[in-house]
């Protein structure tokens, strides 16, 4: 709340896998605000990306509902991401985003992977560091399945077999 001040805040949701943080932390930021002494006037815009295929990575992202983003000009920008595992999504995300000329930007992802080598982008805010192993629920897809689980947690080997793709 501190960084991102009293300007016009449009909160860029990521989309499928951010969602839920995405939800929950807009209505932490509204209790925030309506406790204090100003309203933070707050847009939420949802972008859509696609990468993964099964649990890797691949080199083609798309980005789906980004055609017209100039209303970012000038604002501040809080894109938020569910997880960054090699963090190339979020670097692309973000020159696209930049093009724009928002004021600033901020990332937060609710979930990092320690990998070996250092991360392409590195959120602002990061809710929790994990393990380098491919996670589901809480939004979080293997091949679209388990983003209804309310909790998160590794997939097993054999759960990664029987949903490939
Ligand atoms: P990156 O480009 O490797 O940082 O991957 C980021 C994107 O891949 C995120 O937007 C997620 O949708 C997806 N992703 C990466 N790791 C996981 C995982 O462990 N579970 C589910 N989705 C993941
Ligand atoms: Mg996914």
Known sequence: MDDLGD????????????????????ERIKALSRNSNHTIPMRVHFIRLRSYLNDQSTEDLHILG?????????????????????????ETLLKHVEAFRPKMIKVAGLLVKRVQHSLACVPDYVGFEIPNRFVV?????????????????????????????
């Open 7 to 26: 300007h016009d805040i449009v909160v860029l949701c990521v989309l499928k896998g951010g969602y839920q943080f995405c939800a929950d932390l807009v």
């Open 66 to 90: 980004a055609e017209d983003l100039s209303f970012l000009a000038g604002k501040n920008v809080l894109i938020v991401e569910g997880i960054v595992g090699t963090g190339k999504t979020m």
């Open 137 to 165: 629920g809480y939004a979080l897809d293997y091949n679209e399945y388990f983003r209804d689980l309310n909790h998160i947690c590794v997939i097993s080997e054999s759960g990664k077999k029987k949903y490939k793709v």
